[in-house]
């Protein structure tokens, strides 16, 4: 009955380490996955804007988050090289900004 304890309190706490390491993970892949698809759909909606003014001002938003998901890639390869956070944390948040600027086009 011991021994049957210890095994199941022995798999619980691989179970909880194992669940907390991948909340520490980074999530630059998704993040820039996710900024991908949302400047897929800005373009296809951009497409369909008739007014030039706000037609440039669509097409330059998803220029700079074009820009902001490169820089973002880059970053997080160079964080996995390095071995840094911080350019992971930067890598992050280019790619959220990214995705964020492009959710704007309508």
Same mark, same amino acid.
């Given at each position: 009955?011991? &021994?049957?304890?210890?095994? /199941?309190?022995a798999? =619980?706490?691989?179970? !909880?380490? #194992?669940v #907390? =390491? %991948? +909340?520490? !993970?980074?999530?630059?892949p998704?993040l820039q @996955?996710a900024a991908?698809?949302s /400047?897929?759909k800005?373009?296809?909606a951009?497409a369909?804007i008739?007014?030039e &003014?706000e037609k440039? &001002? =669509?097409?330059?938003? /998803?220029?700079?988050a @074009?820009?902001?998901v %490169?820089?973002s890639?880059?970053d997080? @390869?160079?964080?996995?090289?390095?071995k840094?956070?911080?350019l992971?944390?930067n =890598?992050?948040?280019?790619?959220?900004?990214?995705?964020a600027? +492009?959710?704007q +086009?309508k």
């Open positions: 009955m011991v &021994r049957h304890k210890l095994t /199941i309190g798999f =619980a706490g691989v179970l !909880a380490f #194992s #907390s =390491a %991948q +909340v520490f !993970a980074f999530s630059c998704g @996955k991908n698809e /400047i897929a800005a373009e296809a951009a369909n008739t007014d &003014r440039g &001002r =669509a097409l330059t938003n /998803i220029a700079m @074009k820009e902001w %490169q820089q890639v880059a997080h @390869k160079e964080a996995g090289a390095k840094d956070a911080q992971h944390y =890598a992050e948040a280019k790619a959220k900004a990214a995705k600027l +492009v959710d +086009v």
